[in-house]
Nanobody, 121 residues
Framework: QVQVVESGGGLVQPGGSLRLSCAASGNIFHIVHMAWFRQAPGKDREFVARFLWSDVSVDYGDSVKGRFTISRDDAKSTVYLQMNDLKPEDTAVYYC??????????????WGQGTQVTVSS
């Protein structure tokens, strides 16, 4: 079993910043990626950012490029999402996802419970 726990959400004014954290724990053999998605009310889940573990590379959804930064702490199996210049349209529940394996033959694709981010004046 792999557990994924997000933290750091909250209420922020437009133009403000927040930093989300996502920690994975359990029997993790190999991580392919840790990623952030978000879902606003009435909308589909949207890709935000991901960290490709072996490549040590990142990519971002078009709507957050230049404003959000994903980083990691490899030793802690944790990723962070620094969100700057937040806009009301960034309001959503932010979910963390981990893909990888728990053994050489068993894959894992786990989600956290989500953390609410609200951008409002």
């Amino acid at each position: 079993q792999v557990q994924v726990v997000e933290s750091g959400g909250g209420l922020v004014q437009p133009g403000g910043s927040l930093r989300l954290s996502c920690a994975a724990s359990g029997n993790i053999f190999h991580i392919v990626h840790m990623a952030w998605f978000r879902q606003a009310p009435g909308k589909d889940r949207e890709f935000v950012a991901r960290f490709l573990w072996s490549d040590v590379s990142v990519d971002y959804g078009d709507s957050v490029k230049g404003r959000f930064t994903i980083s990691r702490d490899d030793a802690k199996s944790t990723v962070y999402l620094q969100m700057n210049d937040l806009k009301p349209e960034d309001t959503a529940v932010y979910y963390c996802n981990i893909r990888g394996s728990i053994t050489r033959f068993e894959s894992v694709d786990s989600w956290g419970q989500g953390t609410q981010v609200t951008v409002s004046s």
